[in-house]
């Protein structure tokens, strides 16, 4: 942090000099300039000082203003660097790693992604060691997972940086510096046993190198396709339920139920075997604990954050992630091998059209200082799906979340319940999403993890979909007339968000999943936390709470789905389940097209009995009981 201090303390006396003598005032490509602790500006300075060099031998050397270490900053270039420097571009792969990773450690000698999960009192320091995260993680995709060098080969090149500016880090150092949340032993490797067969997978030859190389072993590692979940012990029962319907779906998948090592003990394991053998369903254990720091995940991967060690840590190749209240209503290999999925290798279903939920401007100031900066888009080539910079978009629903997020504010897009993920060509992605939401700033910008799944990719520089058909909610459907005869309106309520695929084709909606399970209320003790938190409502509706929590025991029977017109007919919310409650609202008019609003399905007999199946099997017993 000494250097981050010094900046604050002399960066406004310097303004002037750095932007004449650095050359980092107006730039035309219009992206933001490197910060000054950034390796990318102590790259491009000194690549303008070598250029300078290289055509006058005798022109004075010029004054650095760079507030981020005194040291080196008029020292001669070694032969070597000042070749390399004018070389850069066309320079070997490797020689342009080991030198850039070589300026993060000169840039800023105490460097350390793990300072993000502090909130630091001045905002201009927050969003600058988020920036300086972005330009980190996308340097280590750059060079170890795209580019596909190994760390301990990298750093045991000679640098041609001279000795006495050369804060030089070992292998081991880099990588507990970029990634704080390993542990610090010399190999990692989760512990994976299946439950059923009790049989633990050996780790393979080529993983006992050395920790430097995880990421890179972990993926080669990584085969087949596979479900994976992450939940606390008190929901081991939702995943039950969760086993039930895959069973009804003859689900042939394994699934991975993936966790850091400290939350099941014993007991909470031999029952999550029980439900494996119950439901016949292959399930194994993912032991995170191995590989995890214990302090640092105690302190930093709660709740939400544990869905990206479900998302890094299962052993596929081509993923379905779920959160344990989701429910499919088809087999999870069709979103497999759905055409946007694909193509892109992420692809994500939208969230309920919240319209009046916003983020913060500051918020979207610090995102916006994740995005490449003028000098490393010089130096690596950076570029992401979309950027501030971009004066037109393509007509796509990604460039319009883009623009919802980011020029309105909006705050909810997509619903990360369900999510399929090609793991290997996403991957950066996935660790950028991750550390995004280890930031103590980023946190409360977003809603839990849901939007940091397209904005991981965004910022990595991956591709993602997400599907244009809003989310409606499924339910008992009611009818009433309205003034006009023709005219019928429509409303369900309900505390599932559900989602489905469209046809453009045949112009129809199948269901294909839900989130919020097939209970009337998902959560745990929901009538007596609603009776407490507004005793005069529900006392009026229900009268007690038991009756409360028996309506919320029913299992959800699925006459139709509503996904709401929002413009015209906005989504209501109702104090019932914790206010998870929201009715959506449809008006059919079967004289004037022109007059309906919102979609309405209506679901015939067979298929309202194939989704009670489905309710049968997540609550575990009939309608009639």
């Known amino acids: 942090m000494f250097g981050l201090m010094i900046y604050f303390i002399i960066s406004a006396s310097t303004k002037s000099q750095l932007d ?64 390399l420097l004018v070389k850069l571009d066309n320079a070997p792969l490797a020689a342009k790693c080991r030198y850039m990773v070589d300026a993060i450690y000169i840039a800023n000698s105490g460097w350390t992604n793990k300072l993000i999960t502090k909130y630091h009192g001045n905002e201009e320091v927050n969003d600058m060691l988020a920036s300086l995260l972005s330009e980190r993680l996308r340097m280590f995709d750059y060079c170890f997972l795209s580019g596909g060098l190994k760390v301990q080969d990298i750093l045991k090149m000679d640098s041609v940086v001279s000795p006495e500016d050369l804060e030089r880090g070992s292998s081991e150092d880099f990588m507990q510096r970029m990634f704080p949340f390993l542990q610090e032993n010399d190999s990692l490797w989760p512990r994976v046993v299946n439950l059923t067969t009790k049989q633990e997978s050996r780790i393979p030859s080529f993983a006992q190198d050395s920790k ?75 032991d995170c604990s191995p590989v995890l720091d214990k302090a640092f995940t105690e302190e930093n991967i709660k709740t939400f954050a544990n869905k990206w060690l479900a998302a890094l840590f299962n052993t596929f190749e081509e993923v ?3 959160d344990v209240d989701s429910v499919p209503f088809v087999p999870l290999e069709r979103f497999l091998d759905e055409p946007q999925y694909t193509s892109s290798g992420m692809a994500l279903f939208k969230d309920r059209i919240m319209m009046n939920e916003h983020t913060y401007s500051y918020c979207i100031d610090t995102f916006n200082g994740l995005q490449p900066s003028h000098e490393e888009n010089k130096i690596m080539g950076s570029r992401l799906m979309f950027e501030s910079i971009d004066k037109e978009f393509p007509n796509t629903e990604e460039a319009a979340v883009y623009r919802r997020f980011f020029h309105e504010g909006i705050l909810h897009h997509v619903d990360s319940g369900l999510v399929p993920v090609n793991k290997k060509k996403n991957f950066s992605g996935l660790l950028f999403s991750f550390m995004l939401n280890l930031d103590s700033k980023v946190q409360g910008c977003v809603h839990g993890d849901k939007e940091l799944f397209w904005l991981g990719q965004l910022y990595a520089g991956s ?64 009538a007596e936390k609603d009776f407490e938190r507004a005793p005069d409502y529900f006392q009026q509706r229900y009268d007690s709470v038991q009756t409360l929590q028996n309506v919320y025991n029913a299992p959800l029977h699925v006459q139709g789905m509503i996904i709401p017109d929002t413009k015209k007919k906005p989504w209501m919310q109702l104090r019932e389940c914790c206010e998870d409650t929201f009715c959506g609202m449809a008006v059919e008019d079967t004289a004037d097209g022109r007059n309906s609003a919102s979609t309405l399905i209506q679901f015939s007999h067979a298929e309202q009995e194939f989704l009670d199946s489905i309710s049968f099997a997540w609550c575990g017993h009939s309608f009639v009981d």
């Open 20 to 83: 004449i003598e650095g050359g980092f005032g107006h730039n035309s490509s219009g992206r933001r300039l490197a910060n000054p602790l950034s390796p990318f500006r102590w790259i491009e300075n000194r690549r303008k000082r070598a250029l300078k060099e290289e055509g006058s031998s005798n022109s004075p050397a010029r004054l650095d203003f760079f507030p981020w270490k005194t040291t080196g900053r008029h020292s001669k270039l070694s032969e070597a660097e000042q070749h």
């Open 212 to 286: 430097v190389n995880f990421w890179q072993n972990w993926l080669q590692f990584s085969k087949g396709r596979g479900l994976a979940v992450t939940f606390d012990p008190e929901k081991s029962g939702m995943f039950l339920k969760q086993l039930r319907v895959l069973q009804k779906l003859n689900n042939t998948l394994p699934v991975q139920v993936v966790t850091s090592g400290y939350e099941f003990n014993a007991i909470h394991i031999q029952e999550l075997s029980n439900y494996a053998a119950m439901t016949k369903q292959d399930v194994s254990l993912v």
């Open 320 to 322: 379905v992630l779920l």
């Open 463 to 526: 591709t993602y979909a997400i599907y244009s058909t809003d989310a409606g909610v499924i339910g008992l459907l009611d009818d009433s007339p309205m003034e006009e005869m023709t005219q019928t309106a429509y409303h369900v309520c309900a505390s599932q968000l559900a989602h489905t695929f469209f046809s453009g084709d045949t112009e129809t909606h199948e269901l294909v999943w839900t989130n919020g399970g097939m209970n009337t209320c998902k959560h745990i003790r929901a």
